[in-house]
Every structure is written in C-alpha cells, then in structure tokens.
C-alpha cells in the first residue's frame, strides 16, 4: 500500500489534490484508516493517478476525467480514444477561434496605442507627505505580481490625476489599491508603472514626516527626500484599467479586529481547492455581523471560498488594528477597505468550490 505523501510524490498530484479527487469520487483510496483518517492506496492506482495527472493538464473536464478512468480500468480502449480525441478536437476548435479574437484584439490595441503612450509620457513634478506615500506603498506592495510572463503587471502603477496619487498593483488573484493626497500638479492624468525594486528603494526613503517630490519625464520617474534619491526607468507597458475593477458595495458587510480575525484564519478549518496546493479558507459574516469558518461539510449558499495565504496578506499589509470585510456572492470577489479610508482597499478574486 502507498500512503497519500508517497501517492502523490510519484503520480505529480499533490496530497490536497489527491484529497480533492477522493471526495469527487474519482480516484478513491483502496483504504482509509478510520482512527486518523489517513488515505492508502494500491500500487495498481499509481497509473490511474498518474492517467488523470495527464488528463488534468490537458484540461480535461472532472466529467470526461471520470469517463476516460472507467474505460481505462475496464479495458475499453475504444471508449478512452474517443473520449480522447473528442477532447483534442474541442481544443482545437478553441484555440482557432481564440485565434481569431486576439487578431480582432491586436488590431484594437494598435489603434488605442498613441492615446495609452501619450498617458506615460508627460513630464510632471508634485510634492506628497512622506508617512501618506508610505501608507499607501505598504498597503499595496504584497500584491505586486512576480510572474514573468506578465511583466507589465510587475511594478506598482502610479496614477496620477488632480489632487490624487493612486498606487496599485495585481497579479490577476488579488488588487491593491490606496490613495495619497498631492500639490504642485496641473490636475491631467498621468500613469507610470514603476517597477517593484525601484518602489521598495522609494519606500526605505519615506522615513520623515515632511513632504517628498516625485518627478516623471518620460519614462524615467525619481522621488526626492531631502538629499537622498531614488531613481529609475518606468516599466515600458501598459497597466490594466484597474477603474474597471473597483468593487461595488457588498450585500454582507462588517469590521474585523485583524489580529483576533488573523488568529482564527490560522488555526480554524481549511480545505483545498480543485488540484491546486493553497489551503482555502470559507467564510460567511452572521446576522450579528461576526464572520465565521465554515466547515468543509458546510452547504451555506452565502459562503465564499478565498486564498488562505491572500487573506492573510491583505489583511496584514499597512498593519491596521481594524479592517472593513464585505462579501457578496460567492463568486463574487471580496473587498477589504480601511475604515478611515475606504478609497483604500484590496481585492480578492473568490475561489471556486465543487460541492
């Protein structure tokens, strides 16, 4: 018998994986210790994981996985071809007319490219307190993207607008956002993505209470602290329209005291998601407005399922005792503002659930 650790070293499923499929009826353990709970399998199971470890990144359906499993263990070798070359045509079905899109798509985004350059190429000097930049940096930093196939969402975006210097960062799961009020500017737009080093070189500098200048000439931007500066090139991309992201007000709301609400994250129930390694966590807010773990039995249709790890993050970033929750559906995906400051927020994108 392989123990769940040993199953999933060798198949390429990881153990919260193998736990997501036991439940979904895929691939059962041949045995469960009934005292701990712990799963066993077969050595003859290690090929059918290691059959819908393959399938799973071929983006096969649960449903089809199931099928194609069946037909596997039955020997019925027509059915999983089938099954099989069903699966490849609608790939390829979807990759030609996502082909056709994204040639629709390229020739929009060269029409728009003039009026986006014009946005990051303008020359602007402003002053902003020292402490606000430095809130607003600190609440923003943790969801800065690290993927190196999108490098335009690597950096912090500084929107600059009016009054307003709006920081932002997104790595497509979660945004950040926060506002530091600004003088000395002529009020147009604009937008300078500033890569996440040079930032964190800009945060060691706000260590004072006066102002600091901010100075951007083309793609080059620098802030000033006294005698001390930080200075570098602007990422040469775009930045999404976070504008089009901003939540709308959530059907259940209400104030957390984030360290009493972090300790619980850490040590009340998680589960996992569908094949994926992130312990989950499954809120609901009560009618009195206390938020509560659910169980991972829990069938409450007003649940929903966020990152562990993200929540913490979110939660933790800009260091504040008190923190406004609100989440709407399940699908729906879930606003952390500040309280003196709800222009302040993150985002977190919900984590679907199967059961």
């Known amino acids: 018998m392989r123990s769940i650790g040993e199953m999933a070293r060798d198949s390429g499923l990881g153990v919260s994986a193998l736990r997501f499929y036991d439940r979904a009826g895929v691939l059962v353990p041949a045995w469960v210790d009934p005292a701990s709970g712990y799963r066993w399998y077969e050595p003859g199971q290690l090929e059918e994981a290691r059959l819908l470890a393959r399938l799973r990144r071929a983006g096969m359906a649960l449903a089809d996985i199931r099928l194609v499993l069946a037909g596997w263990s039955g020997a019925d070798t027509d059915l999983v071809r089938k099954l099989l070359k069903a699966h490849l045509r609608r790939l390829e079905q979807g990759l030609s007319a996502a082909r056709g899109e994204f040639s629709a798509l390229r020739a929009l985004l060269d029409h728009r490219e003039n009026a986006m350059t014009s946005l990051r190429s303008a020359s602007v000097r402003l002053s902003v307190a020292a402490p606000e930049l430095a809130a607003a940096l600190d609440t923003v930093r943790f969801a800065a993207s690290t993927d190196p196939e999108l490098p335009m969402l690597g950096g912090v975006l500084f929107d600059i607008e ?33 890569p996440t080093s040079l930032a964190d070189a800009m945060r060691a500098l706000l260590d004072g209470k006066g102002p600091v200048r901010i100075s951007v000439d083309g793609d080059r931007v620098a802030l000033e602290a006294g005698d001390r500066q930080a200075a570098g090139h602007c990422l040469d991309h775009d930045f999404p329209d976070y504008r089009r992201l901003l939540p709308q007000a959530a059907g259940r709301r209400t104030v ?19 094949a994926g390694a992130h312990d989950v966590s499954v809120l609901r ?47 729906a995906p879930i606003a952390i503002r500040r309280p003196d400051d709800e222009s302040a927020f993150s985002l977190l994108m919900p984590v679907r659930l199967e059961d």
């Open 162 to 194: 009016g009054e307003s210097l709006h920081v932002v960062t997104t790595d497509r799961y979660r945004m950040a956002v926060a506002r530091a009020g600004i003088a000395g500017h002529d009020g147009s737009r604009v937008q300078v993505i500033v």
């Open 256 to 274: 957390v005291e984030v360290a009493a609400f972090v300790k619980t994250l850490k040590t009340g129930p998680v589960r996992s998601a569908e």
């Open 285 to 331: 807010v009560e009618d009195g407005g206390a938020v509560a773990l659910c169980t991972e039995g829990a069938g409450d249709p007003n649940r929903v399922a966020v990152n562990r790890g993200f929540l913490l993050d979110a939660l933790t970033a800009g260091a504040r005792d008190r923190l406004i929750l609100e989440l709407g559906a399940p699908t």
